[in-house]
């Protein structure tokens, strides 16, 4: 869950994602006193299959004191990489706005006219990856 602002939601929702939201007050630290602008708590409830595995360049989850396939610390640190992501033709075709990537549901993707809404709009704080460009280790420094 994030906590957004009233105009990202109002956008996300204006592109027709599922979600669900809670309304968040935020205080001013010195005054204690409700901020002028509005924020809610955001759940993108969107979760898709996406990736082609085939084509992708990823270890699988594993755990070395569980799993015997693993030869050592340093092969299970290769399985928690993403070294190139490729979707799936259904998954670019579905043209889907903003969701989540089933199984990984730490990997958000946002669809380039949802993007450029937010950008038009002012939003601003996002980071955007092209999925070209994506990678992940979960050893980062290593």
């Known amino acids: 869950m994030c906590l957004y602002s009233t105009k990202l939601?109002?956008?996300?929702?204006?592109?027709?994602?599922?979600?669900?939201?809670?309304?968040?007050?935020l205080l001013d630290k010195k005054t204690q006193q409700p901020l002028a602008r509005s924020y809610g708590v955001f759940h993108l409830l969107e979760k898709y299959p996406a990736i082609d595995a085939a084509k992708s360049d990823m270890g699988v989850k594993s755990n070395p004191q569980e799993d015997t396939n693993a030869a050592s610390v340093a092969d299970w640190k290769a399985h928690k990489t993403i070294r190139k992501l490729v979707l799936t033709e259904a998954a670019l075709q579905a043209q889907r706005q903003l969701f989540c990537i089933e199984g990984r549901e730490v990997i958000v993707l946002i669809h380039q006219d949802l993007k450029a809404a937010l950008e038009n709009a002012g939003i601003s704080g996002c980071l955007y990856t092209p999925v070209a460009d994506y990678r992940f280790s979960y050893f980062p420094y290593t």
């Open 9 to 25: 939601i109002d956008l996300i929702q204006a592109a027709g994602v599922v979600f669900e939201t809670s309304p968040a007050v």
